[in-house]
């Protein structure tokens, strides 16, 4: 796992975050109102909430690539019968991959924590990916994470668990197999079983 990480490191974020947006994007845009009310991996939201929670973070994450504050304290509802919902989550993520596109976006720190700006481009890449894995399996859509996309996320990933477990932003790990696929260690390293079903 290291020396696949270490050879995606030269990836530019926003080239990664593309890939994962051109994943994310189309289970979005699948989403029917009539599956609004189901449950997701994670607990505390149905599919409308993980919604407007993705919706917020492609929002907030484009402040944190051009070194504003982003403010997650609370989350607009995005999901709502007046607006085209689906449209706008596209207009954003491409937004998204444009702000960590403008040069130096990676570069020093970025946040009220000050943390590196390419771990906070991570911090988005983790989202998108994941939680595209969780409208999927919520939805009974078919998801595949871009190879590039997971194999940086690895690394990352268990750089950031001990740290986001204090925060109570990642569950407890959740045991894999040997055999688990990358994303699949990706997801129990954020707390998710891999095999999750509606």
Known sequence: MTSTSSTTAHVPV??????AARQAVPLVHGTGDDVLTAPTPCADYDVRALLDHLHHVVVQFQELAAKKEADFSTTPSAVRPDTDWRAAFAREAGALVAAWAVPGAEEGTTGQMALPARTVAHMALLDLTVHAWDLAVSTGQPYEADPA?????VGAVEAMAPQARAYGVFGPEVPTPAHATELERVLALTGRNPRWRA
Request: no cysteine.
């Open 14 to 19: 926003a080239v990664l975050l593309d890939a």
């Open 149 to 153: 996309v997971v194999a940086e996320l």
